[in-house]
């Protein structure tokens, strides 16, 4: 029976896409995708606002719109106005079977702030806040990320202490860009710090370079927004390891044969197992056996393999998916019946110590 998700689903609604092919040997990347769209199920809690220069100690937490701006050409000096956003990741993102493959933010731009002549540009970008700055949208402003707290420079303009460097991306905008529709920033960098441990504080979206002139930037949506459809959005698009499940006991008869059982295995993710590797000498080479149910002889077992008959031996399966992930092992065991004279020795063994046991 094939179980998936190991995570509460009733919880989480995850729609499945399929992704390019990756490799050959792979093929396509079954993904899942975490999509945190505003009033759907599996969007968690989303925090953002806006902090302007211009008006240094003004919080605009509640509204439904943020502007992402800037009137200086040196890109040394600050941006006019910045929006913050962060979204809650779900505790499993961080279990350590789950791999990160990419994940998007999604902005609803609805203006463009001056983009009104042919020539006009200005460059957006997502910059990873840094983690000791644990802003709160109600509070924060260009002068302070919460309460007391200030930036260590204004508008969360110092690196390393209040954000990175470096965007994560960016995007141009010029008075051609299409105003009413989602831009999206590739974030994976960041979300996969974050998975890695970093604190996640979200992104300062600024505008860090333009052609000059007056304010110019993008109006964007927020969560306050009235239609859901148009509010921040975060896609991730996951996988995770398969688990394998090497069942048991097995007994192989003298001469005869016997088969494993790898079909209580299971994909957690929108992928299938590709392949069972079994490892039956116990020295870590899962190369002793392939497929959900080898039918293995004792000769083999015996004389190829040199398993030692009347034991019982250990065995481990890894199963590898169509994501080229693969699993931890597991384990189960094997006995190898003995000749029959050899079981008849061994009887009589046993029966004569029981013996000795009884005398004493």
């Not at 396509?28 to 220069?53: K, S, V």
């Not at 997502?126 to 930036?151: E, H, L, M, P």
């Not at 398969?242 to 494993?260: F, I, K």
Request: hydrophobic share 30%; with cysteine.
């Amino acid at each position: 029976m094939k179980r998936r998700c190991g995570f509460s689903c009733a919880a989480w609604v995850v729609p499945v896409t399929m992704a390019v092919s990756v490799t050959s040997a792979m093929g396509e990347r079954a993904q899942t995708t975490l999509r945190y769209n505003p009033n759907q199920p599996g969007h968690t809690n989303t925090y953002d606002t806006y902090i302007d220069r211009n008006n240094p100690s003004t919080n605009y937490n509640g509204n439904w719109y943020g502007h992402i701006t800037r009137s200086y050409e040196d890109p040394n000096r600050p941006p006019d106005k910045n929006t913050l956003v962060r979204f809650e990741l779900p505790s499993w993102v961080y279990d350590s079977s789950v791999t990160i493959h990419q994940a998007k933010l999604g902005l609803y731009v609805y203006q463009l702030f001056d983009l009104d002549r042919d020539g006009d540009w200005v460059d957006v970008g997502a910059y990873r806040i840094a983690a000791g700055r644990d802003w709160v949208d109600s509070q924060a402003t260009w002068n302070v990320f919460k309460g007391t707290s200030y930036w260590t420079t204004a508008g969360c303009e110092n690196v390393p202490y209040d954000r990175s460097g470096t965007a994560d991306s960016t995007l141009r905008f010029t008075k051609s860009s299409t105003i009413g529709q989602y831009y999206e920033w590739t974030v994976t960098s960041s979300v996969t710090a974050w998975k890695g441990g970093t604190a996640n504080r979200g992104w300062i979206m600024r505008a860090y370079n333009f052609d000059g002139g007056p304010e110019e930037g993008i109006s964007v949506n927020l969560t306050e927004s009235s239609t859901a459809e148009r509010r921040p959005k975060l896609w991730v698009e996951w996988t995770q390891t398969p688990v394998a499940n090497a069942d048991g006991p097995y007994a192989c008869p003298y001469l005869g044969n016997v088969v494993l059982n790898g079909s209580g295995s299971y994909e957690r993710d929108a992928g299938t197992i590709a392949q069972w590797y079994w490892d039956l000498t116990g020295n870590g080479n899962y190369n002793d056996a392939y497929g959900v149910s080898p039918n293995l002889s004792y000769d083999y077992l015996v004389n190829t393999l040199g398993l030692t008959p009347g034991q019982t031996h250990t065995i481990g399966l890894k199963v590898y998916d169509d994501d080229g992930e693969w699993s931890q092992p597991a384990y189960g065991s094997l006995y190898i019946a003995p000749e029959p004279a050899m079981a008849c020795m061994l009887a009589l063994v046993g029966l004569a110590a029981l013996r000795r046991r009884c005398r004493v």
